[in-house]
Structures are given as C-alpha cells and as structure tokens.
C-alpha cells in the first residue's frame, strides 16, 4: 500500500514538472480563462484527458507507430499548423467588457473542451511523452500492483494536470475583473504570438522527420 501511495506521489510530481512548462495548453488556458472564467481550465484539462484516454487505449492496441519517424514528421507538421491557426485567432479575439461580465461562465464549455483536446494531439511532444516516459510508468505500475499501480499513476498524472491548470485559470479569471482592454490586448496578443511561435517551431522541427 505505501508503495502505491509513493508510485502515486511520484506521478503527480512527474505530471507536475511537465504541466509546468510553458506550451499550447497554458496558452489558451489562458486566453479562455480570460474570456469564459475560472470553469475554462479544468474544461481544457477535460479535453487533455479524452486525448490521453484515447492515445493510451491506441497504445495498448499495438499501434507503437505513433512514435515513428513517420508518425512524428506528419504530427509535427500538421500540429504546428494548427498552432499557428489557433496562436492567429488568438491575436484577433475581441474583448468586450459589458458582454464579459453580463456573459461570464455562460460561454458553451465544449469550446474549451475541444482546445483541450487539440492542444494536445496537436503537440508532437504529447505523443513521444506518453510513448516513452508515460508508457514506462503504465509497465512500472503494472508490474508494482496491476490495474491499481496504473490507476495510481493516472491518479497521480491527472491531479497534477487538474490543480495546476484550475489554479492558472483561477487566477487569471480573477484579474479578468480589473484588467484594461489594452492589457487584455496586449495579454492576447503575447499569447498568440507565443503559440504561433510554438507551433513554427513543431513544424520546423518535424521536417528533419520527412523521409520523402
């Protein structure tokens, strides 16, 4: 049981360092928060989790190509596209403060649903983590106590994920209170950029990949 619960523990300080590092996600975690409030995080997180959900079950089907040359040259690129589609929309969002707080929360949460989930499997990283570190901890947790070692490390991986990108929400929605239409901007427009930089970068980085 101690070994499960320290297995667990390790998980979540693994997912945390990841979850950490600036990339897509924190991004239009951001921008939505700004936007929709504080329910926007943990619905991007909602979205990152069907992502990891179907990639795991991919996984276990046999499909180890995913972490092919291939497979990484054809994710990067078209990850890196969508990045720096979804980095431009960012940079054109209109901010209207009467409809912000007359509309706040209100906004369909399946929008973010949706960034969660293509944030993630836009991101040609998402797929080597869960192809070598995540997989390493699914076979450690397997061979520490079977499906309860692995529910331990998803326990764990999905905490970290949760409380960092609620807490970023949180706070973000929070200044969304007293913030200027030109801090707003100037905030969008940073994020934006950021992602569309981000996504140059998977594509760029994907061409060394292009066996053709």
Do not use: C
């Not at 997180?45 to 990639?55: D, K």
């Not at 106590?145 to 929400?169: P, Q, T």
């Amino acid at each position: 049981m101690i070994e499960i619960i320290l297995f667990t523990i390790t998980s979540f300080a693994v997912g945390l360092s990841v979850a950490l590092v600036p990339g897509p996600m924190l991004t239009v975690t951001i921008s939505d928060s700004l936007n929709k409030g504080f329910m926007a995080g943990p619905l991007i997180v909602f979205g990152h989790y069907i992502a990891e959900i179907v990639l795991i079950l991919l996984i276990v089907a046999g499909l180890e190509w995913l972490g092919s040359s291939t497979a990484v040259f054809f994710i990067g690129t078209l990850g890196g596209i969508i990045m720096i589609f979804m980095g431009f929309r960012i940079t054109r969002s209109p901010y209207i403060f009467d409809e912000l707080e007359e509309n706040n929360g209100s906004k369909k949460g399946y929008g973010s649903v949706l960034s969660g989930f293509f944030t993630s499997v836009s991101n040609p990283f998402f797929f080597i983590w869960w192809i070598t570190v995540g997989w390493a901890f699914i076979i450690k947790g397997l061979e520490l106590a079977g499906i309860v070692g692995v529910l331990g490390f998803l326990l764990g991986h999905w905490a970290s994920e949760l409380s960092w990108f609620s807490g970023v929400s949180f706070f973000t929605s929070r200044k969304s209170k007293i913030i200027t239409e030109k801090h707003y901007k100037f905030i969008m427009n940073i994020s934006g950029i950021f992602l569309m930089l981000l996504g140059l970068y998977f594509f760029l980085s994907a061409q060394k990949f292009n066996l053709i």
